[in-house]
């Protein structure tokens, strides 16, 4: 066998073997953005929501809902 021969043998075994790790990486990827399913909800909502849509809406808004820490509760 040939140096060129060697070296074309070679590359065509290493591009085999690239398809092969692109193909195991794309199915890791797809597999890792498996959707996030929401199984419940509380019945007290952050920034002023009074309805899950509302909840969603602003969550899609990427609204900052954090408030100060309420002071009528009677805590120390």
Known sequence: MTDDSKVLSYLKRVTTELQETK????????????PIAVVGLSCRFPGGVSTPDGLWRLVESGVDAVTEFPVDRGWD
């Open 23 to 34: 193909q195991r990486l794309r199915r890791t990827v797809d597999a890792a953005r498996e």
